[in-house]
């Protein structure tokens, strides 16, 4: 198959895969901090109270000389995209070499990448953000969406090495799949948009692969074997006194999409890639009785409420990394701003917020593309003379 993109892609058994991680924990309760100037605020009980008409006269502070974080001038590799929603870890934003915020969803995305380095900008209905990003934690796949080697659809990969607009990319198969000819690709960066969650067949279509068999998977029914997918142990564990019931999978997500004679189209979802051919209907093995257990988490009842701000101007958002401030972004005019949790190096003044806000991104846990050592993290905050005045609310 002559594929018309030119990203360099590496699959296999030593490819990297995607960690995931969970959207940041609700914050707690918090008081604002004290203010040079402390203002006494009636209590407002409705979080959909009016912006405050006036606003707000800011105090001066170290924050007048923050160093402003602004997209990369003259980047090799630019990816933009509109209604992003990242699988997995998300894209980490640092400010001094600390973790502020980590990206998941935004209504328009644009990172900006030289070689090892560059920017990430974030924009919802709430804020703008920039951040400094290292060039492999930014997931990419390609836009067209097309297959590779014609059995292999990326959603999710990393940025290896860049050759001017070229991108060098790299993602894991799912696992038990062994590529007989690991497949290499090219794409320039133009071609690159953000990774994005796999598309599934419906859960009805799941099938199971026998264990212990190295199944052939070929481009067409009956066809020569462009891979070997093998199950070292069966699919699904039965959980001793519940019949019926079972734990998590061995292999990936296996779906049936089509039938043709004594071949079976599946369909075998992983966490970077899907891999689609044909393999023979004797490979199959019955599914198991319904009632399949999948972890859930239950929701927090009585959860406490958070203070929320809503300012007629927009307030700018900051992140202090040991002495050295930066501005990282602003709230937007009248959007709804949550107070976060106060960590110990919070100081007075400052307030520090949850920009969690509709799913859009948080602290989280950082399990991005990259390795090194553990990752800092910085609090974001806003100045307390800047949400005195405006309008003050609970939300849960």
């Known amino acids: 198959m002559k594929l018309s993109f030119s990203c360099l892609l590496s699959l ?83 400010a001094g070499g600390s973790i502020f915020f980590t990206a998941y969803e935004a209504d328009r995305m644009e990172a900006r990448l030289d070689a090892a380095r560059g920017t990430d900008t974030v924009s919802t209905a709430t804020y703008d953000l920039t951040g400094e990003v290292a060039t492999g934690d930014v997931g990419v796949a390609p836009k067209s969406g097309a297959l590779v080697a014609g059995y292999i ?68 029914p009956g066809g020569s074997a462009v891979a070997k997918v093998k199950i070292d142990r069966p699919q699904s564990t039965p959980i001793p006194g519940h019949p019926g019931m079972v734990v998590s999978p061995a292999l990936e997500n296996v779906f049936e999409t089509g039938r043709k004679g004594a071949n079976v189209l599946v369909h075998i979802r992983g966490a970077d890639a899907t891999v689609e051919g044909w393999v023979p209907a004797s490979a199959l093995v019955p599914n198991p009785p319904s009632g399949t ?65 509709a799913g859009f991104g948080g602290l989280g846990f950082f399990g991005g593309f990259g390795t090194g050592p553990r990752p800092r993290f910085a609090t974001p905050y806003v100045r307390a003379s800047a949400v005195e005045g405006c309008a003050k609310g609970e939300t849960r």
Do not use: W
């Open 153 to 220: 659809r990326i959603h999710a990969a990393r940025i290896r090495a860049l050759t001017g607009d070229r991108a060098d990319l790299a993602a894991a198969l799912p696992r038990g799949v062994d590529p007989v000819a690991p497949p290499r690709v090219e794409l320039p960066c133009s071609a690159l948009g953000f990774a994005q969650p796999s598309a599934d067949p419906p859960f009805s279509n799941a099938v199971h692969l026998r264990a212990g068999a190295s199944v052939p998977l070929a481009l067409t």
């Open 293 to 357: 257990l999948f972890g859930m988490l239950g929701a927090l009842n009585g959860a406490s409420a958070a203070k929320s701000f809503a300012c007629r101007t927009e307030v700018p958002i900051f992140v202090r990394v040991d002495d050295a401030i930066f501005k990282v972004g602003a709230y937007k005019a009248n959007a709804r701003i949550v107070a976060g949790v106060a960590d110990r190096d919070a100081r007075a003044g400052e307030v520090p917020v949850a920009l969690a806000e």
């Open 12 to 94: 296999g058994a030593a490819a990297s895969v995607i960690a995931c991680c969970g959207p940041a924990p609700v914050a707690a309760p918090l008081a604002l901090p004290s203010s040079p100037e402390p203002v006494t605020v009636a209590p407002v009980t409705s979080a959909s109270a009016a912006p405050s008409s006036t606003a707000p006269v800011v105090a001066k502070g170290p924050e007048d000389n923050a160093t402003v974080l602004v997209p990369l001038a003259g980047a090799a590799c630019v990816v933009a995209g509109s209604s992003v929603r990242l699988p997995g870890a998300g894209i980490p934003l640092t």
